[in-house]
């Protein structure tokens, strides 16, 4: 378990962090959401005790990690991949982290073997590739056999095989009843691979809460129907809260009415239904919702492709 209390970092006049509290339960994904300068990796390396809290605290399974004999079998952590420029061979590189912890030498293989690195473990680790790179990382992590995995960010330069092993990887470490918070921004890989979420913007928390409430509590579903009597149902329907659009003939977008309410009235007057499904919001909507005003570093809007002027784009 994972523990910040009013967690707070200043560099100089920029408050990267703002008085936090969390707590990241053991037995789920955790993921951790928020835009660019959010303050996620400040609030990561704090937990790792490489940078030191201006003000509050935050513990691992209840010390903070400075008072661990043993910080790596405690918990391990890939942090802002940065390529490791060494001459060593992964394997040595590996096998150099668990001597000086302690770690038995039949860990070294087991980890290379959980990450995929067989095939390379003898090369130098300053010619890997971006994902290559993620791998090593996420072995070193798991070298100590952690109980608590901090993870910044590990799908990045991943290829799609590498992502759906990340997703599987920290879905079955939580299945063991470890902790597991990690930072991505791929928001459609966040949907798939965590259970609860806490976003921050500006150093400070936005939301906390299983996924399906944050998404819930920020976009709104609406029903989809098709029918070849849609004018009919959308006067059925119709009432106060109620929007009905028709993106096309046949076809109801309904906002502020359940797909139950919809049948049941549709089956009342022997109307019929082709399709009738609700249509969630996805996490990236939610995500923009909640962050839209804690983003610093705003993009240029596109110009609308609808709209080029057919001259120009030709
Ligand atoms: N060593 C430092 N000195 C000064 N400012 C820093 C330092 N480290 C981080 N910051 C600032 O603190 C804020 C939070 O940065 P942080 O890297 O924690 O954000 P993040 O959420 O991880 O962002 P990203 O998604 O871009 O990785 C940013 O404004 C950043 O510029």
Do not use: C
């Not at 409430?213 to 329907?237: C, D, F, H």
Request: aromatic share 4%.
């Amino acid at each position: 378990m994972i523990e910040a209390q009013a967690l707070t970092k200043r560099y100089g006049d920029k408050t990267a962090v703002d008085g936090i509290t969390f707590t990241v339960q053991p037995g789920k994904v955790t993921g951790f959401l928020g835009p660019n300068g959010a303050g996620k990796s400040t609030t990561m390396r704090m937990i790792m005790g490489l940078d030191r809290p201006t003000q509050g605290s935050v513990t691992v399974n209840g010390r903070p990690y400075d008072k661990f004999a043993s910080p790596l079998t405690e918990v391990g952590a890939l942090l802002e991949a940065k390529a490791v420029h060494t001459g060593r061979s992964a394997r040595n590189h590996l096998r150099a982290l668990a001597a000086t912890h302690g770690i038995p030498d039949k860990r070294v293989n087991e980890v290379i073997e959980m990450t995929g690195l067989q095939q390379v473990a003898k090369r130098r680790v300053g010619g890997f590739s971006l994902g290559m790179g993620q791998r090593l990382g996420i072995a070193v992590a798991l070298l100590g056999d952690p109980r608590t995995l901090i993870l910044d960010e590990p799908v990045n330069g991943l290829d799609p095989e590498g992502v759906l092993w990340v997703r599987n990887l920290v879905k079955y470490l939580a299945g063991e009843g470890r902790t597991i918070f990690l930072s991505s921004h791929l928001m459609s890989e966040m949907a798939l691979t965590a259970d609860h979420l806490i976003v921050i913007g500006k150093g400070r928390i936005i939301t906390d809460g299983p996924v399906d409430e944050v998404i819930a509590q920020a976009t709104t579903t609406t029903v989809l129907v098709r029918s070849p009597q849609a004018g009919r149902i959308a006067e059925l329907v119709a009432g106060p809260g109620v929007t009905v659009s028709s993106p096309e003939p046949g076809v109801l977008q309904l906002h502020g009415v359940d797909a139950p309410s919809v049948g049941e009235a549709a089956a009342r007057e022997g109307l019929v239904l082709h399709e009738l499904t609700p249509v969630r919001g996805s996490l990236e909507d939610a995500y923009m919702s909640l962050t839209s005003d804690a983003v610093e570093y705003h993009s240029a809007a596109l110009p609308d492709a609808t709209t080029h002027d057919p001259e120009v784009t030709r």
